[in-house]
């Protein structure tokens, strides 16, 4: 069933650094290094929407009217630890944003969101709040996440992750009609243990050197 506020971003550069991630023999540190290099890629796209406006300059040769970003607050929302990942390149792309951690665990048996921390900027209510999450696989994290966020005054939302599972958007579009959601790869399928199929494993594991 299409899924009307679902976008994949499949740029070239996106795929091929994306397929250089998911290859089990790619250690931690270039891991790392292309999420960060994708998550800067993402943020383009995700915020071509950001409104400008008008300001006279000076440039070396005249004045001008150029136009620079109005201003309206952003915040990186980062669901905790994964989310790191994808946050710390976008924060490369716009250093002036907020951010905003909200840590979730994955209860082993019953794959339900725990949350342990939670930690947000003022304001939510007047930003742009850009929640990131590398895996979306059953959703649950980031369902649980951007509810804690709306409790919060959160109202202008996005939701960026790297891979998603059909069984994740389902439920997220369920849960937050109201959020799009920005993906550089649908996948297969989640198996018994919900991880992504063909996936690249368990994210922060490999982001971190964990396992
Ligand atoms: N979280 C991960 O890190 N990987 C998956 O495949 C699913 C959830």
Known sequence: MPTPNLTVLDHPLVEHKLSLMREKTTET??????????????AYEVLRD???????IETPMETMVARKLEGKKLCFVSI???G???MEGMLDLVPSARVAHVGMYRDAKTLEPVEYYFKVPEGL????CVVVDPMLA???SAIAGVERIKQAGARD???VCLLAAPEGIEAFSKAHP???????????????????????????DRMYGTK
């Open 29 to 42: 540190a270039k891991f790392r290094l292309l999420l960060r290099e994708i998550s800067l890629l993402l």
């Open 178 to 204: 109201d959020v799009p959601i920005y993906t550089a790869a649908l996948d297969r399928e989640l198996n018994d243990h919900a991880y992504i199929l063909p996936g690249l494993g368990d994210a922060g």
């Open 50 to 56: 950001l409104k400008l406006h008008d300001v006279e």
């Open 157 to 159: 939302i996005k939701f």
């Open 84 to 86: 790191n990942g994808l």
């Open 80 to 82: 905790l630890r994964a």
């Open 138 to 140: 059953t959703g649950n």
């Open 125 to 128: 209510e007047e930003r742009l």
